[in-house]
T-cell receptor, first 118, second 115 residues
Framework: GAGVSQTPSNKVTEKGKYVELRCDPI?????LYWYRQSLGQGPEFLIY????????DSGLPNDRFFAVRPEGSVSTLKIQRTERGDSAVYLC????????????????FGEGSRLTVL | AQSVTQLGSHVSVSEGALVLLRCNYS??????LFWYVQYPNQGLQLLLK??????LVKGINGFEAEFKKSETSFHLTKPSAHMSDAAEYFC?????????????FGQGTTLQVKP
């Protein structure tokens, strides 16, 4: 598709379960980002990839959260042993590249995956 | 450390009135600053950005923002509000000195436009 695609759009799970959220970035975008948006808050940075490698994962809240991008395109955010506090909208964004004078600074966001942990 | 404060979580204006959404930032290095808009049931999209060129930045849909270093502000304005401007607006600053896309967002301001 033309934009960033995220699946599922909604996910309801029980406390303690494992969850995967998928992001399909815009074709040709080398940089991919995950943000988390809690109710009434702005998005919070989690991790970003430049190609296949995680360039910065300093925003991941703890070791229950992990993300991969094995082929430099689609990315999966994985959450183990979910807790109620993990409930939020998880946003994915992509850009042509990260950093440098030719970077326009524009992130293209998907519509998000709303995670509810009961 | 960088941070962003958006004054007013909700702003209500009449159609045709001036829109002013306030954003103040804190940064230890020259910042890149952004305004993003989120329409209902859509992803965030870039309205405009400041990257150390002109201090008055024009964006899409008639919005503009002025970078004022002395006031550490980057307020968003539009001379005449349209009903279609009703959305949530986020101010953001880059984390650190390079524009890597790692952004710190404000809490957002919901703009309501009354007929």
């Amino acid at each position: 598709g033309a934009g960033v695609s995220q699946t599922p759009s909604n996910k309801v799970t029980e406390k303690g379960k494992y969850v995967e959220l998928r992001c399909d970035p815009i074709s040709g975008h080398t940089a991919l980002y995950w943000y988390r948006q809690s109710l009434g808050q702005g998005p919070e940075f989690l991790i970003y990839f430049q190609g296949t490698g995680a360039a910065d994962d300093s925003g991941l809240p703890n070791d229950r959260f992990f993300a991969v991008r094995p082929e430099g395109s689609v990315s999966t955010l994985k959450i183990q042993r979910t807790e109620r506090g993990d409930s939020a909208v998880y946003l994915c964004a992509s850009s042509l590249l990260a950093g440098g004078p030719s970077n326009t600074g524009e992130l293209f966001f998907g519509e998000g995956s709303r995670l509810t942990v009961l | 450390a960088q941070s962003v404060t958006q004054l007013g979580s909700h702003v209500s204006v009449s159609e045709g009135a001036l829109v002013l959404l306030r954003c103040n930032y804190s940064s230890s290095v020259p910042p890149y600053l952004f305004w993003y808009v989120q329409y209902p049931n859509q992803g965030l999209q870039l309205l405009l950005k400041y990257t150390s060129a002109a201090t008055l930045v024009k964006g899409i849909n008639g919005f503009e923002a002025e970078f004022k270093k002395s006031e550490t502000s980057f307020h968003l304005t539009k001379p005449s509000a349209h009903m279609s401007d009703a959305a949530e607006y986020f101010c953001a600053v880059t984390h650190g000195s390079s524009n890597t896309g790692k952004l710190i967002f404000g809490q957002g301001t919901t703009l309501q436009v009354k007929p």
